[in-house]
Nanobody
């Protein structure tokens, strides 16, 4: 089992920045890929970014490319999502996820088998 706990959400004005953290514990994560998804009110959960546990490979949705950066710190068993130039359309609950069998290029919700409880991000215009 893997436990994931997100933190760092909040309210920010458009153009501002936030950093989300996801602390992982449990089974060794050396061979896992990690990701951030988000779900806006009334919308389906969508892929944001993913990273290999070593941090060597990353993958981004086009809507956040150039504004968001995903990274991992294996010494702290934590991944991060640095979000810059935030827009009102980035408002959502952000979920950390982990896959024990799919690759870092995986973008489907069904490909991730462990999830955090979510962190709310609200961007005001």
């Amino acid at each position: 089992q893997v436990q994931l706990v997100e933190s760092g959400g909040g309210l920010v004005q458009a153009g501002g920045s936030l950093r989300l953290s996801c602390a992982a514990s449990g089974r060794t994560l050396k061979y896992y890929a990690m990701a951030w998804f988000r779900q806006a009110p009334g919308q389906v959960r969508e892929f944001v970014a993913s990273v290999s546990w070593s941090g060597g490979t990353t993958n981004y949705d086009d809507s956040v490319k150039g504004r968001f950066t995903i990274s991992s710190d294996t010494t702290k068993n934590t991944i991060y999502l640095q979000m810059n130039s935030l827009k009102p359309e980035d408002t959502a609950i952000y979920y950390c996820a982990c896959t024990s069998y799919a690759s870092v290029s995986s973008r489907g919700v069904y490909e991730y088998d462990y999830w955090g409880q979510g962190a709310r991000v609200t961007v005001s215009s």
